[in-house]
């Protein structure tokens, strides 16, 4: 086990202000206000090996047994109870390439009583078209394992596309979340570096899609009348969105990348349009002018706007109680930023409270069982840390 000391920083406003930039930014949307954070804490930090490009984990239902997605189209498990790492065969093939590969990773909380030897398991990935294009898609299937050190998914079917398929490789997105009472899944589905889809609800590029489990689109869609693929967005405007996440009260919040600037915190409303890239308090990465966000827009406002950018990676709200005085906040992965970034939630009203240095690319951070923090650096051999309070 390491410590790694003075990991936490306790932020007064203006190291907070100089830590964001001078171009930290509320103007347009709800009111966030930098605090200090209300306590100093210490990780200790245990290492468990490294991946090939790890994106994104995930663990399965009342178990201890911790699931990894590698990009270029590999899942492997660490069972923590044994110390065991184990493969997963019975992997799609995924287009690998710039941004995109395999995804995201999620299981449903509602079986955590049943046999961990078969369980459902949803995956996204990149999947490839016609005419060098290609987009993010969602598969099901059954997750067994059979042996200590092996499992394999059974029967998976693609229940969800991104449409329409285009060319690049970039923006996907493709996060997963499912509603507090598994009615739901919640979809990001990012803008494909194409821009202006975002604002035409005809494609499902730069949205938030709400399903029902088996991927068809949920009843009471807000573009429902509007027909296929309009009938499957809750929400639109978007770019790249990584971070997908209920609070506790229930409300659904995202985090998306911005251009030069402008990465945006956002709680999601039903039928809402978050202005890209018509609004950005970012520019074009050629210096063009993005319009800033303004009061009489006509488009839902941020929470948080970070400029110079965080690049965040995903972000988890934590449950437990573990840290003394973390539970109810946002916890976000840091790639630019080589952080992890605290932000305190209160009603609608979102701030920063608190940037932990991690000294590597953070791709992504989750809660474990009993309150643990689980995180993934990016890139080839990334790690696996387990942080716990020191």
């Known amino acids: 086990m390491k410590r790694l000391s003075k990991l936490a920083a306790t932020l007064s ?39 090939n490009e790890p994106w994104a984990s995930a663990f399965l239902p009342g178990t201890r047994m911790l699931f990894i997605t590698e990009k270029s189209g590999s899942i492997k498990f660490k069972d923590l109870a044994s110390g065991r790492l184990g493969t997963v065969s019975g992997v799609p093939a995924v287009d690998y390439g710039g941004q995109g ?3 995201d990773i999620a299981f449903l909380p509602s079986e955590a009583g049943r046999d961990s030897s078969d369980r459902t398991i949803y995956l996204s990935w990149v999947e490839a078209g016609e005419d060098d294009t290609r987009g993010a898609v969602v598969g099901r299937g059954q997750l067994l394992c059979l042996q200590a050190d092996e499992c394999s998914i059974e029967g998976l079917k693609v229940i969800w596309r991104q449409a329409p398929k285009v060319t690049g490789r970039g923006h996907y997105s493709h996060r997963i979340i499912f509603s507090p009472d598994q009615q739901y ?4 589905s990012g803008d494909r570096q194409k821009m202006q889809p975002a604002q035409d609800a005809s494609n499902t590029l730069g949205t938030i899609v709400r ?5 068809t689109p949920s009843a009471g869609n807000p573009l429902a009348a509007q027909g296929s693929p309009s009938d499957q967005i809750w929400s639109w405007g978007h770019r790249n969105l990584l971070g997908i996440d209920f609070d506790a009260s229930g409300q ?5 990348h911005g ?54 990676g995903n972000m988890v709200f934590y449950r ?19 952080a992890l970034i605290r932000v305190e ?46």
């Open 13 to 51: 406003p203006v190291a907070l202000l100089a830590s964001c930039g001078s171009g930290y930014s509320t103007e347009g949307g709800s009111e966030a206000v930098s605090t200090p954070a209300p306590t100093e804490l210490d990780f200790a930090i245990t290492e468990h090996g490294s991946f």
């Open 211 to 215: 399903l029902n489990l088996d991927g």
């Open 259 to 312: 251009p030069a600037g402008g990465d945006e915190l956002n709680l999601v409303k039903k039928g809402a349009n978050y202005g890209w890239p018509v609004r950005s308090d970012g520019d074009h990465y050629d210096g063009a002018n993005i319009p800033d966000h303004t009061a009489d827009d006509g488009f839902e406002k941020f929470a948080i706007n970070w400029t110079p950018v965080i690049a965040p």
């Open 185 to 188: 899944m919640y979809v990001t």
């Open 345 to 390: 939630v209160d009603g609608e009203d979102a701030r920063e409270v608190a940037r932990y240095d991690m000294d590597n690319r953070i791709r992504s951070v989750i809660e474990g069982p009993d309150g643990a923090l689980w995180v993934l650096e990016d890139g080839e051999g990334g790690r696996l840390l387990e942080l716990r309070p020191e």
């Open 320 to 338: 437990g109680d573990l840290f003394d005085g973390m539970k109810g906040d946002l916890l976000i992965s840091g790639l630019k930023t080589k």
């Open 101 to 103: 590969g395999l995804g």
């Open 252 to 256: 659904l919040w995202e985090i998306e």
